[in-house]
Antibody
Framework: EVQLVESGGGLVQPGRSLRLSCTAS????????MSWFRQAPGKGLEWVGF??????????EYAASVKGRFTISRDDSKSIAYLQMNSLRTEDTAVYYC?????????WGQGTLVTVSS | EIVLTQSPGTLSLSPGERATLSCRAS???????LAWYQQKPGQAPRLLIY???SRATALPDRFSGSGSGTDFTLTISRLEPEDFAVYYC?????????FGQGTKLEIK
């Protein structure tokens, strides 16, 4: 069974950093690209970025709203994808989801809440 | 960036009725790379349709997707109580990937 479990969320002050992890199981992690999405409280869905698998070049793309502040990486040996978030702003407050794939993902984690507030 | 506009914002219907949800793109969606998701409160989104008209695994056949270019539709032929939720369209043919603002399907 495919499972994606996000962790690392919490309360953080503006300007600080946080790293989210997405631990995968039930499939060969290295064969798949991984994506991050987010959803602010009471709002719609927003794409954050993705990282392709090595066979597809390992390239990374980001939404304009996070480019230069957020970094996506992966450790295929541990089956974990990461989202490093720096210079956090109040508008980054959201539930963050990781997904398998980068087009129309059918597997989503349960999400982890990040609250940016002083 | 491709802007997706969903209509209506809220749709009030009764179980057994037919639901028609619209998603219009600001420019043509490459290769009909358009997906639909269902989201219930406190849950992650669930993929329903990809490639504009292909059903996700195990999706009941009362759900169908259609359209091409800039106009897409999600149809639920006979609403079941569990279908009342928020629905989002998403394009993945171009970066950045973008979503519509959602249509809330509520019980009348």
């Amino acid at each position: 069974e495919v499972q994606l479990v996000e962790s690392g969320g919490g309360l953080v002050q503006p300007g600080r950093s946080l790293r989210l992890s997405c631990t995968a199981s039930g499939f060969t992690f290295g064969d798949h690209s991984m994506s991050w999405f987010r959803q602010a409280p009471g709002k719609g869905l927003e794409w954050v970025g993705f990282i392709r698998n090595k066979a597809s070049g390992g390239t990374i793309e980001y939404a304009a709203s996070v480019k230069g502040r957020f970094t996506i990486s992966r450790d295929d040996s541990k089956s974990i994808a990461y989202l490093q978030m720096n210079s956090l702003r109040t508008e980054d407050t959201a539930v963050y989801y990781c997904t398998r794939g980068y087009n129309s993902p059918s597997y989503w984690g349960q999400g982890t809440l990040v609250t940016v507030s002083s | 960036e491709i802007v997706l506009t969903q209509s209506p914002g809220t749709l009030s219907l009764s179980p057994g009725e037919r639901a028609t949800l619209s998603c219009r793109a600001s420019q043509s969606v490459s290769s009909n790379s358009l997906a639909w998701y269902q989201q219930k409160p406190g849950q992650a989104p669930r993929l329903l349709i990809y490639g504009a008209s292909s059903r996700a695994t195990a999706l009941p056949d009362r759900f169908s997707g259609s359209g091409s270019g800039t106009d897409f539709t999600l149809t639920i032929s006979r609403l079941e109580p569990e279908d009342f939720a928020v629905y989002y369209c998403q394009q993945y043919g171009n970066s950045p990937r973008t979503f519509g603002q959602g249509t809330k399907l509520e019980i009348k």
